[in-house]
């Protein structure tokens, strides 16, 4: 529980001046991250805080569909991905060590977790499994752009199921359905699964998830009933152009900007069949086994909350994501009347196990408060001259600036935990 004397929080007024997505600017602003060049983002300890709440949002929902997590390298054979075909990706970073062994620096891990698959799996009594990781990605990104949305280097959790046939397929990727839209709501993102493209991945179909906002570089097709990708859109017989739009079955399509932040793969025997992923049925016939591939991107998360939820003063968290519950700012000196009630107001919530930001810094008002609307937390509480005067804690709930009701200064301290409390369970 940090105080800000202490804690490795640069803020800063300016936004980088090659900054274009909100995101981008009032990430670095508020001390979240720190680029070390381009597409290369280091996770300052607030920021790092924040992609964990994502983290862990997304392992309870992969555990509670049966995944098992483990962890597989960055660093891979290069033969695997030759033999089914990926080794020529221009973005697939290639190097080849200190003996001449050609290696690749993984961007997704369908070559590993199938490598080992095609070892472990002999029989039906095998199947089904799902497995997942949280694991560094590189990627020979062209065009690095817009902070943390589109870089050479990320943590992504990719899961992937193993069925006999594709009626089981078509069961994991349901589960994986449930378990994204339930990590999307979680988290409180407005967001839309789409019908997509496999792209490089290949297979037999695809979902990606969507966050819309003004810094996403896809366009979606949305009409009642109807969300997709406006590239696979726009291959549909029943989607016409008309003027500087496009309808679908006579209903006028909406498009939107978004951020892609997950996608889902039907890989089917995409990657079994090249690295002989195969087992015997119950009739000991040898048949390939069947996958999917599931991605969903922590980072891409924290940008498109901080791109849908900010204004023109900062970051406006939503309660699951906020990097801590309360703000509290101490205004007044050391050793005055006011500090030490701030001190015993900041003692009384860690001891209730409220996580809390404390703002002691020798700082002037304007600043403690410009850096607390900054961060955004959803709770801001102060404490000075005017506290004492008044015997009440001020209270701001972050998401719209508006006055809360004050606490009571001198309250015992149950009374004051039950009324923080209950402050947080009406936000959003």
């Avoid at 037999?204 to 810094?215: F, I, T």
């Avoid at 001020?394 to 200064?409: A, D, F, K, N």
């Amino acid at each position: 529980m940090p105080r800000l004397s202490e804690y490795l929080l640069p803020t800063e007024k300016e936004a980088p001046a090659d900054a274009e997505a909100i995101s981008h600017k009032l990430m670095v602003r508020a001390g979240m991250v720190r680029q070390m060049g381009a597409g290369m983002w280091t996770w300052l300890p607030l920021g790092w805080r924040v992609h964990q709440r994502v983290v862990a949002i997304i392992r309870q929902e992969m555990d509670a569909i049966g995944g098992q997590e483990m962890l597989m390298p960055v660093l891979q054979p290069a033969e695997p991905w030759r033999k089914t075909g990926r080794i020529d990706i221009e973005e697939l970073f290639k190097l080849t060590d200190r003996k001449g062994s050609e290696l690749v620096l993984a961007m997704t891990h369908e070559e590993a977790v199938t490598f080992h698959i095609a070892q472990i799996v002999r029989s039906y009594r095998d199947l089904p499994l799902i497995v997942y990781h949280f694991q560094v990605k590189e990627r020979d990104e062209p065009r690095p752009r817009a902070g943390v949305l589109r870089t050479r280097e990320f943590v992504m959790k990719d899961s992937y199921s193993f069925d006999r046939d594709q009626a089981g397929l078509e069961m994991r990727y349901e589960l994986h359905v449930g378990a994204y839209d339930r990590i999307m709501e979680r988290t409180g993102l407005r967001f839309y699964r789409v019908q997509s493209d496999v792209g490089m991945m290949g297979g037999l179909g695809a979902h990606e998830y969507m966050a819309p906002c003004a810094a996403g570089e896809d366009q979606i097709a949305l009409a009642p009933g109807f969300a997709a990708n406006l590239e696979v859109a726009l291959q549909s017989p029943d989607v016409s152009s008309v003027g500087d739009g496009y309808t679908m079955g006579g209903q006028q399509l909406t498009i939107e900007p978004a951020i892609e932040i997950g996608n889902i793969f039907k890989l089917g025997t995409r990657y079994s069949e090249p690295l002989g992923a195969r087992y015997l049925d119950e009739h000991g016939t040898e048949l390939p086994v069947w996958m999917g591939s599931y991605g969903i991107g922590p980072a891409r998360i924290v940008a498109a909350a901080v791109e849908q939820f900010s204004d023109e003063h900062g970051i406006s968290w939503p309660k699951a994501l906020a990097p801590y519950a309360v703000h509290l700012v101490a205004i007044g000196r050391a050793g005055t009347p006011e500090h030490d009630a701030a001190e015993r107001l900041y003692a009384t919530l860690r001891e209730g196990g409220i996580e809390v930001l404390y703002d002691d810094r020798d700082a002037g008002p304007g600043e403690k408060f410009a850096d607390a609307e900054l961060v955004g937390c959803p709770l801001r509480l102060t404490v000075g001259p005017r506290s004492l005067r008044s015997g009440e804690v001020e209270v701001q709930l972050r998401r719209g600036r508006s006055e809360g009701r004050p606490l009571p200064l001198a309250a015992d301290r149950e009374e004051l935990l039950r009324a923080v409390d209950e402050l947080w369970q009406s936000l959003p």
